[in-house]
């Protein structure tokens, strides 16, 4: 009886172990959803969708992409910290889900530390500055002036508190004295249409989602918010060259589940995704063209990257006066 007895146990722990590594062979047997917190149309949103049809064909099964878009991504990452920890729902993250929010936020509807289990980075944007044609500045040092001249004159636009814009121009006021407003809207897309159509007169955007509108005129780039110029826009002074070092403006895209789902799925996941974007046709079209830079971050890595840039968001954050609301 004590032999049968061990010998169940033993059979248990067997079925224990190696339950999670057979759940990531069979993985997935049903279709897939990836929520956004941002709208269509966005950088993020073409890259999640690219990466979502690829995926799909490898698997066999469906991708879902689903936006849910407004309060600064709040909506979509509730939603997926509260799903199932099963890899069938995943979120399409940004450095602001994990940094940007918890300072901007006095109860956020997740842990950044604790409510996501990390996938991957998959690429990195770097900012321009961006001025409305209208605005009769060349340079940061010229926004300056002519914004001190008329002050509270020019408004600048943002995908909600703690979003790169936000940090940038509420440093800007702080440390210059300007007073630039802020307007917040539910993506990037919508920050793109209205400052095109002068509904403001500011905002941030990578190469990706602004270049096309720098290139026929329709906005102009005031500084480059890196430690090196554009490849792209090599014209565009940083804003370290211009004397404002502590400025920098980036985003990244990235993946992660409900904390909890087993690591094997998402190391299966990680690696799928990693497959993806390094195929030079799939890089070339939804990276290199929008002038951003491969990432394909492991798991660990993508937990040290956020690890890494959290003091970046938290000294821009206090810099900025940022408060939580």
Same mark, same amino acid.
């Given at each position: 009886?004590?032999?049968r007895?061990?010998?169940?146990?033993a059979?248990?722990a067997?079925?224990?172990?190696t339950?999670?590594?057979l759940?990531a062979?069979?993985y997935p047997d049903?279709?897939?959803?990836?929520?956004?917190g941002?709208?269509?149309g966005?950088g993020?949103?073409?890259?999640v969708r690219?990466?979502?049809?690829?995926?799909?064909?490898?698997?066999?099964?469906?991708v879902? &992409?689903?936006?849910?878009?407004? %309060?600064s991504? +709040?909506?979509? $990452?509730?939603?997926?910290?509260?799903? =199932?920890p099963?890899?069938?729902s995943?979120?399409?993250?940004?450095d602001?889900?994990?940094?940007g929010n918890?300072?901007?936020?006095k109860?956020?509807?997740?842990n950044p530390?604790?409510s996501f289990?990390n996938?991957?980075i998959?690429a990195r944007a770097?900012q321009?500055?961006?001025a409305?044609?209208?605005?009769?500045?060349?340079n940061l040092?010229?926004?300056?002036?002519?914004?001190?001249q008329k002050?509270?004159?020019?408004?600048?636009?943002t995908?909600?508190?703690?979003s790169?814009?936000h940090?940038v121009?509420?440093t800007?006021?702080?440390?210059t004295?300007t007073?630039?407003?802020?307007?917040p809207?539910k993506?990037?897309?919508?920050?793109?249409n209205?400052?095109?159509?002068n509904?403001i007169?500011l905002? &941030?955007?990578?190469s990706?989602? %602004?270049?096309? +509108?720098l290139? $026929?005129?329709?906005?102009?780039a005031? =500084?480059?918010a890196?430690r090196?110029?554009?490849p792209l826009f090599?014209d565009?002074p940083t804003?370290?060259?211009l004397?404002?070092?502590?400025?920098?403006?980036?985003l990244?895209?990235?993946?992660?589940?409900?904390?909890?789902?087993?690591q094997?799925?998402?190391d299966?996941?990680?690696?799928?995704?990693?497959d993806?974007?390094?195929?030079p046709?799939f890089?070339?079209?939804?990276?290199?063209?929008?002038g951003w830079?491969?990432?394909?971050?492991t798991?660990?890595e993508t937990?040290q990257?956020?690890?890494?840039e959290?003091?970046?968001i938290?000294d821009m954050?206090?810099?900025?006066g940022?408060?939580?609301?």
């Amino acid at each position: 009886m004590l032999k049968r007895a061990l010998l169940g146990l033993a059979v248990l722990a067997v079925g224990l172990a190696t339950g999670a590594p057979l759940q990531a062979q069979t993985y997935p047997d049903r279709p897939v959803k990836i929520v956004l917190g941002v709208p269509p149309g966005g950088g993020l949103d073409v890259l999640v969708r690219g990466v979502a049809q690829e995926l799909s064909a490898k698997w066999g099964k469906s991708v879902v &992409v689903e936006n849910r878009p407004g %309060a600064s991504g +709040l909506i979509a $990452a509730e939603g997926i910290a509260n799903a =199932a920890p099963d890899g069938y729902s995943l979120l399409a993250t940004t450095d602001q889900i994990y940094m940007g929010n918890r300072y901007a936020f006095k109860n956020l509807p997740y842990n950044p530390d604790t409510s996501f289990a990390n996938i991957v980075i998959m690429a990195r944007a770097e900012q321009f500055l961006l001025a409305s044609p209208e605005v009769p500045a060349k340079n940061l040092p010229e926004l300056i002036a002519v914004e001190k001249q008329k002050p509270g004159s020019l408004a600048y636009g943002t995908w909600g508190e703690g979003s790169p814009p936000h940090l940038v121009y509420e440093t800007l006021n702080k440390n210059t004295g300007t007073k630039f407003l802020h307007v917040p809207y539910k993506g990037v897309a919508p920050v793109l249409n209205a400052l095109t159509s002068n509904e403001i007169q500011l905002s &941030v955007g990578s190469s990706g989602v %602004a270049g096309q +509108l720098l290139k $026929a005129g329709k906005v102009k780039a005031l =500084a480059f918010a890196a430690r090196e110029r554009s490849p792209l826009f090599p014209d565009v002074p940083t804003t370290a060259e211009l004397g404002f070092p502590a400025i920098q403006a980036f985003l990244w895209f990235g993946l992660a589940a409900p904390a909890g789902t087993p690591q094997a799925i998402i190391d299966k996941i990680s690696a799928d995704v990693r497959d993806v974007i390094r195929q030079p046709a799939f890089t070339e079209r939804f990276i290199t063209v929008p002038g951003w830079k491969v990432i394909a971050s492991t798991p660990a890595e993508t937990d040290q990257i956020i690890k890494n840039e959290l003091p970046i968001i938290r000294d821009m954050s206090a810099a900025a006066g940022v408060k939580p609301q």
